[in-house]
């Protein structure tokens, strides 16, 4: 792995994170292409970059993170789920993230239902995360399981998620955003320990990409942010639908024809 494959790879991650269109999908497709994909490092290097993309999150809602501590016990009761899974499924998990074909597979299958989510949930009634009980945050939570599909979108999962219990897509994309922070971080440290348990050592140019790989998704994930909250209110979901139908496809496509797309 080099600076380029780096490079590439925060941006993808930095503008894709908080959409609904799966950032494991893309950088999983991207490092397979690149050729980078049998990497060990490149496999931690897309897990901690994340926390450049979460860190935008922290900075643009910086006031909501002191508010009170209610907040963070519902970020805590939202997160368990993921937590007993992510432990329990790991390495499922894992023999996942080196499929191609998944990530195909659920970009195309999360597309349609982006294509009806806004007719489904049109009728939100809570249009601030204030406003979010605990059993709530632990439904969402849930939901965000499910994204441990590679191509699932853990964004896409939690704002579905958040409408289905009459979020309006605002309250649940900021929700989503704000779940993301103990998330990334939890998958980050779990990565990193695995790392060093596997016999790995990261040596010092390997901490430079890292280094430069969560500034550059840091920076791409705050414009990301705001641009997507915007269009979502006005728009909705159905363009993130259609490119997922379209990406997915292509890549069932490629694998259906022969290509080797398994590259790890």
């Known amino acids: 792995m080099n600076l380029i494959h780096a490079i590439i790879l925060a941006i993808i991650e930095g503008l894709t ?6 950032s494991t999908g893309h950088m999983i ?6 050729g980078i994909a049998n990497n060990d490092f490149v496999k931690l290097f897309t897990v901690a970059i994340q926390l450049g993309a979460i860190l935008s999150v922290v900075v643009l809602y910086f006031k909501r993170f002191f508010r009170s501590v209610e907040f963070y016990i519902k970020l805590v009761v939202a997160f368990i789920p993921a937590a007993i899974f992510g432990l329990l499924f790991s390495k499922k998990i894992d023999q996942l993230l080196e499929s191609a074909l998944t990530v195909g597979i659920t970009l195309f299958v999360g597309g349609i239902i982006l294509l009806f989510v806004d007719k489904w949930f049109n009728n939100p009634k809570i249009d601030n995360e204030d406003e979010v009980d605990y059993l709530t945050a632990l439904k969402i939570g849930f939901f965000q399981c499910i994204a441990m599909i590679p191509g699932t979108s853990r964004s896409a999962a939690t704002i579905v998620g958040g409408m289905t219990q009459k979020l309006s897509r605002k309250a649940a994309a900021e929700f989503s955003f704000f ?3 103990p998330t990334m971080f939890a998958a980050t440290a779990k990565k990193l320990l695995d790392f060093y348990k596997e016999g790995h050592a990261i040596t010092g140019e390997e901490i430079k990409l890292l280094a430069i790989g969560n500034v550059i998704a840091f920076i791409v994930a705050l414009l990301a942010i705001r641009s997507f909250i915007t269009f979502l209110q006005r728009k909705g979901f159905v363009l993130f639908g259609w490119y997922r139908i379209i990406v997915g496809a292509i890549i ?6 022969g290509h080797n797309l398994e590259m790890i």
């Not at 994170?17 to 799966?22: A, K």
């Open 17 to 22: 994170e908080f959409l609904p269109v799966s």
């Open 29 to 34: 497709i991207a490092s397979s292409a690149m």
């Open 179 to 181: 779940l993301a922070v």
């Open 252 to 257: 069932i496509g490629l694998y259906m024809t």
